[in-house]
């Protein structure tokens, strides 16, 4: 398995996008296209990675909050704990057990971050994560708070497990426990695999800072990813994605940090 990670802490400069990409992965990551407007801990505090094998591709954003720490620690968890066991050739049912595993696996994220969250606090995170494993022939979604993750399929992309006003929680919240966890997790499994699957954090798509229209933002951004090379679709796709929500930011002169993340699955 192969892994790659983007730190908020690593990358403090207005305007810039960083960004790495492996096959069929990509992600990108950005402190904003404007300064934020709104009271912060630290100047980036947003986190993206992949991890991928010959069975199976895994992105990841974290919108951290209060702090940088929350989505790193977050998604390096997850890298370390979870995604070995979902990027092996033959993992024991885990198409059958996703919606348990889900919130499992939420469980375990919130657990490490309050147990983090000491004297010395390192923030909360949401978390969008998709899983592809093609060979399977399916892909599934794990999201807790208000990160996105979108599907595109020709010229349209759609918005999947979006949180209801209830559903926006934290993990790192020691008020968190089993029963809100499974009431705040949103996950899906589905059989038919899409061109390309999306995710962002809540820069591209806050009032009055990002776009207008999230879902047309990464539908254009496919779209210019779609007219380039194979290996070039997962990268275009995500930085498209991350420059589309730093435009908007300068526009808005208002900013926020953004993360966003690419599988490309389709031809």
């Not at 038919?192 to 954090?201: G, V, W």
Request: glycine share 8%; proline share 4%; aromatic share 6%.
């Amino acid at each position: 398995m192969r892994t790659g990670l983007l730190r908020g802490r690593d990358h403090l400069q207005l305007g810039a996008v960083a960004a790495l990409a492996e096959r069929r992965v990509a992600i990108a990551l950005s402190r904003g296209g404007a300064a934020k407007t709104y009271d912060h801990q630290d100047p980036n505090e947003d986190a993206c990675a992949f991890a991928w094998s010959g069975h199976a591709w895994l992105v990841a954003v974290a919108d951290g909050h209060w702090g940088s720490g929350g989505a790193e620690l977050a998604l390096t968890r997850l890298l370390e704990r979870h995604a070995p066991r979902w990027t092996q050739p033959n993992p024991i049912a885990l198409a059958d057990r996703w919606f348990l595993e889900a919130p499992d696996v939420a469980l375990d994220l919130n657990h490490a971050l309050v147990a983090a969250n000491g004297t010395d606090p390192i923030g909360r995170t949401t978390l969008a994560v998709a899983l592809a494993r093609p060979r399977d022939g399916w892909w599934a979604a794990l999201l807790f708070g208000d990160s996105h993750l979108f599907t595109a399929d020709g010229a349209r992309a759609s918005e999947s497990c979006r949180a209801t006003r209830e559903q926006v929680q934290f993990l790192g919240d020691p008020k968190l426990d089993r029963a809100a966890i499974e009431g705040g997790v949103r996950c899906a499994l589905e059989r038919n695999l899409p061109s390309a699957i999306l995710l962002a954090t809540d820069g591209l798509s806050e009032p009055t800072i990002g776009v207008a229209n999230p879902a047309r933002a990464v539908a254009e951004s496919a779209a210019a990813a779609r007219s380039l090379e194979a290996d070039l679709r997962p990268l275009t796709a995500s930085r498209e994605l991350a420059e589309r929500a730093l435009e908007a930011q300068h526009a808005n002169a208002s900013g926020d940090n953004v993360a966003t993340a690419c599988v490309w699955l389709g031809n």
